[in-house]
């Protein structure tokens, strides 16, 4: 058909709010644990650390190492 290779998801612009315990995550929940959890749930997921300058290589390379294949992490651009 006309759509292959096109997909569409939905998701969040993070995944690591306070204010999201007990919510989509079990209460008391560790942070480090919540992207695990949230991947479990939903994709693609957009990066909302980038909105304050750009993240190490090193927390990408984590990001990357822990996450699916094929999981979709959009990266906003720090404002100017």
Same mark, same amino acid.
């Given at each position: ?9 939905? =998701?969040?612009? =993070?995944?690591?709010?306070? /204010? ?9 929940? /560790? $942070? +480090?644990?919540? $992207?695990?959890?949230?991947?479990? +749930? $939903? ?10 300058? =750009? ?11 822990? $996450?699916? =294949? ?6 906003? +651009?720090? /404002?100017?």
């Amino acid at each position: 058909g006309g759509t292959d290779g096109v997909g569409a998801g939905m =998701g969040t612009y =993070g995944w690591s709010f306070e /204010p999201w315990d007990g919510v989509p995550y079990g209460r008391g929940m /560790p $942070l +480090a644990r919540r $992207l695990a959890r949230y991947v479990a +749930a $939903l994709a693609p997921v957009e990066l909302k650390a980038s909105d304050y300058g =750009g993240p190490a290589d090193r927390m990408f390379r984590g990001w990357h190492d822990r $996450l699916p =294949g094929g999981f979709a992490m959009s990266v906003k +651009a720090p /404002p100017t």
